[in-house]
Nanobody, 132 residues
Framework: QVQLVESGGGSVQAGGSLRLSCAASGYTYSGYYMGWFRQGPGKEREGVAIINSLGTTRYADSVKGRFTISQDNAKKTLYLQMNSLKPEDTSMYYC??????????????????????????WGQGTQVTVSS
């Protein structure tokens, strides 16, 4: 049973920083993508940042240069460092992971994995609120 548990959300003023964590249990795939998505009230869920088991990353244009995704394989934990936060970053943030992927899925263009439909497992979400 794969479980993803997010933490680290909260309220911060514009320009501030937060670090989200996602602890994965029951997840033993050697080839995978993991990622962070966000969804605001009345909005569709959107990809924020993804990373695969080879370390390949991809970011949404709106967060490039401000957010950094990383993973600690020993701790089975995914991180999202968010700097220079803006009010428009306010959202519920979700951690997601795919089921096992073949090697060719990991070396091709990663943009497919910026879509929520590409992911199989989801956490419960953590709220991030940025005030102006």
């Amino acid at each position: 049973q794969v479980q993803l548990v997010e933490s680290g959300g909260g309220s911060v003023q514009a320009g501030g920083s937060l670090r989200l964590s996602c602890a994965a249990s029951g997840y033993t795939y050697s080839g995978y993508y993991m990622g962070w998505f966000r969804q605001g009230p009345g909005k569709e869920r959107e990809g924020v940042a993804i990373i695969n088991s080879l370390g390949t990353t991809r970011y949404a244009d709106s967060v490039k240069g401000r957010f950094t995704i990383s993973q600690d394989n020993a701790k089975k934990t995914l991180y999202l460092q968010m700097n220079s936060l803006k009010p428009e970053d306010t959202s519920m943030y979700y951690c997601a992971a795919t089921a096992a992927l073949a090697w060719w899925s990991l070396v091709r263009e990663p943009s497919t994995y910026m879509r929520p439909q590409s992911f199989d497992y989801w956490g419960q979400g953590t709220q991030v609120t940025v005030s102006s």
